[in-house]
């Protein structure tokens, strides 16, 4: 996966920013850092919960590792030439998860419920006419 696919999606993301970092490029949601990227680009820091590191990790270990910041582990460390698209979606979506405010992934829920359902309506009238 390419820096630039990577940036396009996490920017996607409900208000996402990107933001210098020291010498990374970080995405943000409200102020709170979500994924870096160190100088190179070829890496993908994406800061998630314990239980979804470790299944990420059992399913992708070819492009995973443990990301150690601050002396422990705070995430993954993603090897962008070798993930797969959706996994590295996948986490960005699971970091902007658990970085965004409650309220906020709350909101971004009931949308996509509401969406779902109207959709869902929508294939029934088309289907019964």
């Not at 890496?43 to 443990?66: G, M, N, Y």
């Amino acid at each position: 996966m390419k820096i630039a696919q990577v940036r396009r999606f996490a920017l996607s993301l409900p208000e996402a920013a990107e933001a210098p970092h020291f010498e990374y490029a970080s995405f943000r949601v409200h102020g709170k850092i979500f994924a870096t990227v160190p100088p190179g680009e070829a890496l993908l820091h994406v800061f998630v919960d314990e239980e979804t590191r470790e299944t990420a990790l059992a399913l992708e270990p070819d492009c995973l590792d443990k990301l150690f910041w601050g002396g422990s582990v705070r995430g993954l460390r993603v090897a962008l030439d070798s993930a797969k698209p959706r996994v590295v979606e996948g986490l960005l979506t699971q970091a902007w998860r658990y970085k965004a405010p409650k309220k906020l992934v709350a909101a971004c829920d009931a949308s996509a419920v509401g969406t779902t359902a109207n959709a869902r309506k929508a294939h029934d009238k088309t289907a019964a006419a």
